[in-house]
């Protein structure tokens, strides 16, 4: 069983900062990717930030230069610093991560309960 668990979402003022994090444990044997999504009310899951084995790194647009993602190997962690967050943040965070279980040849999606971040003053 792989289990991620998040933390460091809330309510924040327009151009505040928040830090998530989410931890997987479990019979891991590697994680080739952990990043976030995340899903506002009535809008599809979009990616949001995800990091490779190898430290590429996809971002997308409409958060570049105030996002910033990165990872702990040794601890099987991934943070999500938001900094100048907008309203149109406001979303579930939701973390993901693409690995292979002890034992297993084969790699698969895991995620996290989410952890919801509002923007609003």
């Known amino acids: 069983q792989v289990q991620l668990v998040e933390s460091g979402g809330g309510l924040v003022q327009p151009g505040g900062s928040l830090r998530l994090s989410c931890a997987a444990s479990?019979?891991?044997?590697?994680?080739?990717?952990m990043g976030w999504y995340r899903q506002a009310p009535g809008k599809q899951r979009e990616l949001v930030a995800l990091?490779?084995?190898?430290?590429?790194?996809n971002i997308v647009d409409s958060v570049k230069g105030r996002f910033a993602i990165s990872r702990d190997n040794a601890r099987n962690t991934v943070y999500l610093q938001m900094n100048n967050l907008k309203p149109e943040d406001t979303a579930g965070y939701y973390c993901?991560?693409?690995?292979?279980?002890?034992?297993?040849?084969?790699?698969?999606?895991?995620w996290g309960q989410g952890t919801q971040v509002t923007v609003s003053s």
């Open positions: 993901y991560a693409d690995l292979i279980i002890t034992g297993s040849r084969w790699t698969n999606a895991y």
């Open positions: 479990g019979s891991i044997f590697s994680i080739n990717a």
């Open positions: 990091i490779r084995s190898g430290g590429r790194v």
